[in-house]
């Protein structure tokens, strides 16, 4: 398949869509998906989930009751645990955890595991994203050489890119549907086809990148300089109560600075 007809079977919405792991990343991303009217096969191991999706019971508290409740008995929506239903997708979203281990080292082994069992049944044109947080040089380095078991080749039989997912589970204001996202393929045509998906479903502006090393990248910069920042306002927060001073008011004061300062607050989150 030329790369336009792909493209136009996007834009048709005739594509199958299937998102691998439905958790907090995953669930939220497949509803999205089947509202804007593709059809969704989730696949995730844990089958009390894949039951609990079939009949309509949400358990993620990012997405409506209501709203998967339609997708699931208006026939967008069905999850299973058999990765065989990858050979129905077209384009196919891998949301699998990417936990630190016992070492603080990532463990890879959901995203390794999940993508042999794509590569099993991956067919020709498909479109393969990874959204699971991982360090620089996973998709090219360890992805691609998986998919390419099925005998099919990156960038001539299927395409493949990266787009780090942002959700922030229980903000009020940006949730899946409306953050802007960041695509980076492994080919130039692998991130037109994965951004105008993304489009097509998102509510949000698309930034493309020119390779899966920089989406990478990119969400790593996030990620520490969030961590470090809010580790910085913990250490602040132990001095401001040694002084007995109130580190919420100092923070209101900082904030009034028109560049060069972005509020971070106090909390468990590091
Ligand atoms: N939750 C967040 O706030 C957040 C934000 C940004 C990025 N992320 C990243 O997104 C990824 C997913 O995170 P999450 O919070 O959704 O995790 P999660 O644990 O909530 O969900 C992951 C799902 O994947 C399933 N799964 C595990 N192995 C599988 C396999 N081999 N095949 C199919 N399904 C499998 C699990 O059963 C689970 O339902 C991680 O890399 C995480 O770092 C998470």
Redesign the pocket.
């Known amino acids: 398949m030329l790369q336009h007809e792909m493209i136009s079977l996007i834009r048709q919405k005739s594509a199958v869509i299937g998102v ?7 669930l939220p991303l497949s509803v999205e998906i089947a509202n804007s009217g593709y059809r969704v096969i989730g ?4 089958k009390q ?1 894949v039951d609990h999706i079939n009949s309509g019971h949400n358990y993620i508290s990012d997405v409506s009751d209501k709203e998967l409740e339609k997708v699931v008995s208006d026939g967008y929506m069905t999850a299973s645990n058999d990765f065989a239903e990858v050979a129905k997708c077209d384009c196919i979203c891998i ?4 936990p630190l281990d016992a070492h603080q080292q990532p463990d890879i082994s ?1 995203v390794v ?2 993508t042999e ?1 794509i590569s099993t049944f991956l067919k020709r044109n498909t479109l393969v994203i990874l ?4 360090y620089p040089g996973t998709t090219e380095e360890l992805i691609k050489p998986i998919l390419e078991k099925s005998g099919l080749i990156c960038g001539e039989d299927f395409y493949l890119a990266f787009s ?6 229980g903000n009020p204001i940006y949730s899946t549907k409306n953050t802007p996202k960041v695509v980076g393929g492994c080919t130039p045509q692998a991130t037109e086809v994965a951004a105008i998906f993304y489009e097509m479903v998102l509510d949000a502006p698309i930034y493309r990148v020119s390779s899966c090393s920089v989406a990478e990248m990119e969400k790593i910069l996030e990620n520490t300089c969030r961590n470090i920042n809010i580790g910085l306002i913990n250490e602040m927060t132990i001095l401001c109560n040694r002084m007995s001073i109130n580190i919420w008011e100092v923070i209101e004061a900082a904030k009034t600075k028109p560049y060069g300062f972005q509020a971070f607050y106090p909390g468990p989150g590091l």
Not at 20 to 26: C, E, F, M, P, T
Not at 95 to 98: I, L, S
Not at 131 to 134: A, L, N, P
């Open positions: 691998i792991g439905l958790g907090y990343v995953g696949i995730d191991v844990q989930k949301c699998v955890p990417t959901f595991q999940s069992n959204e699971s947080t991982i780090p997912e942002r959700v922030d589970p």
